[in-house]
């Protein structure tokens, strides 16, 4: 079981994160399940709709901001796998605009 203080500090990383960068967009249901399950669905819609609206001129941005919720997890963390995923199609959204 996560800790109870390690999850209210991811909650709280995804919910800022999704209002600075999801402004608007409401928060996705996250069904059933334990509150680190929840958590983590969150952060993978977050990333997901962050990935989905770069542009050429925003991949840098956005994939930055996606490293800063996964940067200390372990490559076995599945945030942290589509994070990386998401970064070589952002590498190459943003090398189109040059």
Known sequence: MTDPIALRNRFA????AWDEHLRGVPFPALG????????????LALVDEMHRRATPETAEQAADAMWSLVHARP????VKQRVTQHHEELARLSARRI
């Open 32 to 43: 059933e399940g334990t509150a680190e399950q929840k958590i983590e669905r969150l952060e």
């Open 13 to 16: 990383m995804v919910k800022g």
């Open 75 to 78: 490559d076995t963390d599945p």
